[in-house]
């Protein structure tokens, strides 16, 4: 039964456990014993309504008592909770407020706020800074972390040296053996290169979490904004959790504080090097963003850190369900905003006499060798997609580029009804999609990358020509 916590009591000292350690059968009375029903009420998504009364604390994994747990009760102090206390907080308000405060500042704001209801998602990766952070408070705090079984093994080497840095107890979170043994069973252990990494991630990934997360009013994660020009540009330093619910249950009864929005990948690792925090050695082989074993991969000096996670699928999907609320509406449906006849309220995207706009037989047209003269690149877009308008420039620039050099440009729209034949035949996952035919194969091949420059989208073309 994976039930420690982590204290920052615990930080500096020799022994793992001794200062915290209670018998294990009050520890466990305390927190099922006495819960209090909390005043959940209907309230806007920007407020969270909630009693401060702490007289119990809930565990990550509420599991049934048992009484051979070797995992020690660390930090279970339980506040006495005399006072009834209610509290509406505006968490845009306070977002706004935070925007240009310091990530230690954040991480004690949110430490002080949620006391034992609060704990950081630790991935493993730089990420450790959160918890180097939470040191620096010198607040009490909970680390957790979703042990996927798929992980490198120097994650795990490296999971064992922040427990031993930080003198803590990692609260690791695992999937449901009979969900992954029905998955593995029936798809095989690799089925996220054929069908997407969603179904996999939503059983070793999402529903740990899913179940972390009950036991807790806020969680504390290492989103930045510049990790994913996809699907990050705009995560707040806080805010009530779009997807997931906290210990009260409903929507908005979680906190979401992403303390280091605003840094830049480099300063985290200035941060790191100036604090002397021990990181994970895979990052001296080439790997940013660290995930599971086979879905991570290093990537070249240039390339985006996002680049080396699910590298077979487009941008926009990389996320693994755990930030999903990162991806907008119109991205995840793959509408756009539409007139009452169907047609985008968008203006149509890379309108030039170098861009031909192929139809649905045109696109059909380049899916049979025989009709293929010259080499095409196409672009599957939809002109409400900001991903496709933000490459507009590009595109046209490399249109013009590629004029008269024999490969022909092209583009298709591929919202809407022509949807359903574009992810079928042409393996549309997300806007923009850019294809390459070429001149003697009959497969189109996928552009792999989220760098859409012309000089990226050139390069591209002609390793393939
Ligand atoms: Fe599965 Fe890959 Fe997701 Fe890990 S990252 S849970 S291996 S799909």
């Given at each position: 039964m994976?039930?420690s916590?982590?204290?920052?009591s615990a930080?500096?000292?020799s022994?793992?456990y001794s200062?915290?350690e209670?018998?294990k059968?009050?520890?466990l009375?305390?927190?099922?014993g006495?819960s209090?029903?909390?005043?959940w ?10 009693s401060r009364r702490?007289?119990?604390?809930k565990?990550l994994?509420a599991?049934?008592?048992r009484?051979?747990s070797i ?5 279970t ?12 907080e ?5 977002a706004?407020?935070?925007?240009n405060a310091?990530?230690?500042?954040i ?8 006391g034992?209801?609060i704990a ?5 990766a730089?990420?450790v800074?959160?918890?180097?952070y939470?040191r620096l408070t010198?607040?009490?705090?909970r680390?957790f972390?979703?042990d996927t ?13 922040v ?7 990692i609260e ?7 969900e992954?043994?029905?998955?593995v069973?029936s798809k095989g252990l690799f089925?996220?290169?054929e069908?997407?990494h969603?179904?996999c991630c939503r059983?070793?990934k999402?529903?740990?979490?899913r ?5 807790l009013?806020?969680?504390i ?5 510049d990790?994913s ?5 705009e995560?707040?330093?806080v805010?009530v959790d ?10 908005g009864s ?9 840094v830049?990948?480099e300063d985290?690792?200035?941060?790191l ?7 994970n050695?895979l990052h001296?082989k080439?790997y940013?963003s660290?995930?599971?074993e086979?879905?991570t991969?290093?990537?070249?000096p240039?390339q985006?850190?996002?680049?080396g996670r ?11 369900g755990?930030?999903?609320g ?13 007139h009452?006849?169907?047609t985008?309220t968008?203006?149509?995207l890379f ?7 192929l139809?649905r ?11 293929r ?5 196409v672009?599957l877009?939809?002109p409400?997609?900001?991903f496709?308008q933000?490459m507009?420039?590009s595109?046209?620039?490399?249109a ?6 024999g490969?022909k440009?092209?583009k298709?729209r591929?919202?809407?009804?022509e949807k359903?034949f574009?992810q ?25 990358s989220?760098?859409?420059?012309v000089?990226s989208l ?6 393939l020509r």
């Open positions: 994976a039930l916590f982590t204290s920052s930080v500096h000292g022994s793992l200062s915290f209670q018998p059968d009050s520890f009375d305390a927190q099922f006495s209090q029903p909390l005043g009420l209907n309230l806007p998504s920007t407020a969270v309504k909630f702490r007289c119990a604390v565990p994994n599991e049934p008592k009484k051979d995992v020690p009760s660390a930090a102090i339980v506040a006495p909770g005399v006072v009834e206390k209610v509290e509406v505006d968490y845009e308000k306070l706004n407020e935070l925007e310091s990530p230690l500042e991480m004690d704001k949110a430490l002080e706020k949620f034992n209801d950081i998602a630790f991935s493993g730089e990420d800074a959160l918890i180097e939470a010198g607040r009490p705090f680390v972390s979703l079984g798929r992980l490198n093994p120097e994650t795990y080497k490296f999971f064992d040296k427990e031993r840095h930080y003198g803590i107890r690791y979170m695992f999937p449901d053996a009979v992954v043994q029905a998955l069973r089925s996220f290169y069908d997407g969603q179904e059983v070793r999402v529903r740990p979490l179940r972390a997360l009950k036991g009013r806020a969680w994660t290492g989103q930045r904004k990790q020009p996809g699907t990050r540009s995560v707040p330093v805010q779009p997807v997931f619910e906290g210990m009260d249950g409903g929507v979680l906190v979401k504080w992403n303390p280091v929005a605003n830049k990948g985290v690792w200035k941060f090097r100036t604090m002397n925090v021990p990181v050695s001296a080439g940013i660290i995930g599971c086979p879905c991969r290093p990537v070249l240039g985006h850190e996002r680049e699910w590298w077979w699928e487009d941008s926009k999907a990389k996320e693994c755990l930030h999903k990162n991806i907008k509406e119109e991205t995840l449906n793959g509408n756009g905003a539409v009452a006849n169907g985008s968008n203006a149509d309108v030039t006499e170098n861009v031909v706009n139809s037989p045109g696109i059909e047209n380049l899916l049979k060798l025989e009709n003269r010259e080499p095409w690149v672009v877009y939809a409400w997609c900001q496709c933000a507009e420039v595109y046209v620039e490399l013009e580029k590629l004029t008269g050099s490969v440009v092209g298709s591929a919202d809407g009804e359903a574009a079928q035949e042409l393996r549309l996952g997300s806007f923009p999609t850019i294809l390459f035919f070429p001149k003697h194969s009959s497969y189109p091949i996928k552009y792999p989220e760098k859409r420059d000089d050139l390069a591209f073309v002609s390793a």
